[in-house]
């Protein structure tokens, strides 16, 4: 059985509900962030940036970790992941740009510590965060625009893409103003797997 080490609310959403969707059984295994349990030398060993999400194989050996790794290989395992060579690269350019640009720009809004010592830059560093975090929300919607979803069909792409819809509603950006994106979101609350997993962790949408 799978194990998905999670914390509610954090990019580990795109992921479990891909599980979900799955219909596979697997246990989430909650990580308290708050508690410093990603710091804890148990959780080392799955993960030795002591982040989420970290995914336990059936098969044994090391966990897998990072978006980047974990949703290619859900993606293949249940048949949400293109078959086509160029398709494939183009999903791969999109899980590329979500963790290295979109994901880093919130994390200054979120974790300025991680990006200046001195707490009096934090202030500085959350507002460019945040401007940077709510362009690249623009840009996801103009990639959805005339289509229902980021790649041919519904993949692993689509719960990413929601993860990052949510925090744009924590954050408070005027969302609503990202139409495509916005129709997005109402599609992705339309299949229960996402339902299930918005309201197990308390998901503001």
Not at 102 to 125: G, K, Q, W
Not at 128 to 146: C, E, N, P, S, T
Not at 161 to 183: D, I, N, V
Request: glycine fraction near 8%; hydrophobic fraction near 35%; charge should be neutral.
């Amino acid at each position: 059985m799978l194990t998905l080490y999670y914390t509610p609310g954090t990019c580990s959403i795109a992921p479990r509900i891909v599980l979900e969707e799955s219909g596979e059984a697997y246990e989430a295994k909650r990580i308290d962030l708050s508690q410093g349990e990603q710091r804890t030398e148990a959780y080392r060993k799955i993960h030795p940036q002591g982040r989420v999400p970290a995914l336990g194989l059936d098969g044994g050996g090391p966990p897998l970790t990072e978006n980047t790794a974990i949703l290619p290989y859900l993606g293949k395992r249940y048949k949400l992941w293109p078959l086509d060579p160029l398709t494939e690269a183009r999903a791969l350019s999109i899980i590329g740009f979500f963790s290295s640009t979109v994901h880093p720009a919130h994390a200054h809004i979120s974790r300025p510590e991680r990006y200046a010592t001195d707490a009096s830059y934090f202030p500085h560093l959350q507002e460019q965060g945040r401007k940077a975090f709510h362009g690249y929300l623009q840009q996801i919607d103009d990639m959805l625009a005339g289509r229902q979803w980021l790649s041919d069909q519904y993949s692993v792409l689509d719960p990413y893409a929601f993860t990052f819809y949510t925090w744009g509603m924590r954050r408070e950006l005027p969302m609503a103003e990202l139409k495509h994106y916005s129709a997005h979101k109402d599609r992705m609350l339309a299949r229960p797997a996402v339902r299930r997993v918005v309201e197990v962790e308390g998901i503001k949408v």
